[in-house]
């Protein structure tokens, strides 16, 4: 059985125009088909998701789909452009969602509903910002139940201020974009393989009954 993997482009762009983003997403997933892996990418703005912290926020909430995919799916890459130098509105908005799934742990171990599933990091602009979007990315998601292998990240960023993105700028060419872009994608099927034979079962509700042990 094939391993799974599902991009979130987090543009503020919706379909059909283009994104630069969408163009590195591309990249990284048909190095994932190479290797086995398939691929889904949903354009999180082509969706009426709400802000929140809840996985439902009622009345017609585009989340709880995209949700479904997020359980369903082995690798989980979260695609962002930069704005301002920090990762874009649409990101934030993810992870905040996110939140939600830490009401649904397993009752009987605690896990998080993202345990077992192997996170990565896209990241494209025109301006600096690239470091941060992805390590602040990669740490939620830590938090949130995924596991990071090496080399999780992979971006492209132009000269500062304003001016062409990547595919403008010819940035399909750019050697240290296409390097991480297949440590991203072989790092991170090889980690869903490994969880996929050994996957991690620590129980979270047992360790916390022992905190309390400990603490006032």
């Not at 962002?80 to 171990?109: C, H, K, N």
């Not at 602040?136 to 062409?164: E, K, R, S």
């Not at 974009?177 to 072989?186: E, G, I, K, P, S």
Request: proline share 5%.
């Amino acid at each position: 059985m094939s391993l799974g993997a599902l991009f979130l482009n987090c543009t503020l762009k919706r379909s059909p125009e283009v994104s630069n983003t969408q163009a590195l997403i591309d990249k990284v997933a048909a190095l994932m088909g190479d290797l086995g892996a398939t691929t889904e990418t949903v354009r999180v703005v082509d969706h009426d998701v709400r802000f929140g912290v809840s996985s439902d926020e009622g009345d017609g909430d585009g989340w709880p789909d995209i949700l479904a995919k997020i359980k369903a799916t082995d690798i989980l890459v979260i695609a962002t452009p930069i704005w301002f130098g920090v990762r874009g509105s649409v990101a934030q908005m993810v992870i905040e969602r996110l939140d939600g799934t830490y009401e649904e742990s397993d009752p009987e171990t605690g896990r998080f509903p993202l345990y077992n599933k192997v996170a990565g990091c896209i990241v494209t602009g025109n301006e600096d910002g690239a470091h941060d979007a992805a390590a602040t990315t990669l740490f939620n998601l830590t938090h949130l139940g995924c596991v990071i292998p090496p080399n999780a990240d992979c971006y492209w960023v132009g000269d500062a201020g304003p001016g062409p993105s990547y595919l403008d700028a010819g940035g399909e060419r750019h050697l240290y974009t296409n390097r991480t872009a297949r440590y991203l994608a072989h790092n991170t099927v090889a980690m869903a393989e490994i969880l996929r034979d050994r996957p991690i079962e620590t129980n979270l509700s047992a360790l916390d009954a022992e905190a309390r042990t400990v603490s006032d």
